[in-house]
């Protein structure tokens, strides 16, 4: 079955104290609210990671990172391994953020070993797909999303793929105020689930999580996830005031 999911990406955003206290206020918040078959990620900074997971074992959201090294282990001196992430209880890892793909010149085939590194640990991640604002004017962001995919995904095998969940963001939409209309997202969301159908079945491409992200707010929240092939969101800047955070999880 599709489990809907509410994504809280925080970014390099947030001290140590306000971390604690917007960790607490979500997990005070969720305690009160019957989820079902919803899941409510937060993504905070590395240094934050510990703190989340140890508030986790007793709310109701899990714990993911925001990015992740492919390899184990080894000298690459400031990175993260999936088994350390593994080993502080995350289950979540964001990867392919365009935040990372435009400052960090991340490729499709980086991305792809990075994805082999956190399904070997048993983590799930969080893939980020999306075109640039001159690709969908020149009106070629299904291309774009499809050779994405093509690059980064499809070499997984179906057990695997059936644990990767995929975020649709449009880069024009990400920290802009412009959000995808509720038509572009559907659109764009039904054309990735008819790829993952194509490329293994029908009933794996049924069962993918597919999340919206790019300025989805408590406003627009509702009519986003009204459609049939978003099922959920990856938030950003929304995430960061538990009141906002909270009524896109009660969107769902
Ligand atoms: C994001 O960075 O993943 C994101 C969706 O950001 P925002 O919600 O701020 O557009």
Redesign the pocket.
């Given at each position: 079955m599709r489990t809907k999911i509410v994504a809280g990406?925080w970014?390099m955003n947030k001290t140590f104290l306000e971390a604690e206290e917007l960790v607490a206020q979500v997990a005070e918040a969720l305690d009160t609210r019957k989820l079902d078959n919803k899941t409510v990620v937060l993504c905070p900074p590395f240094p934050y990671l510990e703190l989340a997971t140890d508030i986790a074992k007793d709310a109701k959201f899990s714990v993911g990172a925001q990015n992740v090294y492919p390899d184990d282990s080894g000298a690459f001196t400031g990175e993260v391994s999936p088994p350390m992430l593994k080993s502080m209880e995350v289950e979540y890892c964001?990867i392919g953020?365009?935040?990372r793909r435009k400052y960090f010149a991340e490729s499709n085939e980086f991305l792809a070993g990075k994805l082999d590194g956190l399904l070997k640990h048993d983590i799930i991640p969080i893939f980020?797909c999306g075109e640039v604002l001159p690709e969908r004017e020149a009106k070629k962001h299904f291309k774009v999303v499809e050779k994405q995919l093509n690059e980064s995904l499809f070499h997984l095998k179906k057990n695997e793929m059936s644990r990767v969940v995929v975020?649709y963001?449009p880069v024009w939409?990400?920290?802009?105020?412009v959000?995808a209309t509720p038509e572009q997202a559907q659109e764009m969301h039904a054309f990735i689930r008819s790829l993952i159908a194509k490329k293994y079945s029908k009933k794996l491409a049924d069962d993918v999580t597919i999340l919206?992200?790019?300025?989805?707010?408590a406003k627009n929240a509702k009519e986003l996830f009204s459609n049939p092939d978003v099922d959920g969101?990856?938030?950003?800047?929304?995430?960061l005031k538990a009141v906002d955070f909270l009524a896109i999880v009660d969107a769902l």
């Open positions: 990406n970014k964001i953020h365009s935040e980020c975020a963001e939409a990400i920290g802009t105020g959000n919206y992200g790019g300025s989805c707010n969101g990856l938030i950003g800047g929304a995430s």
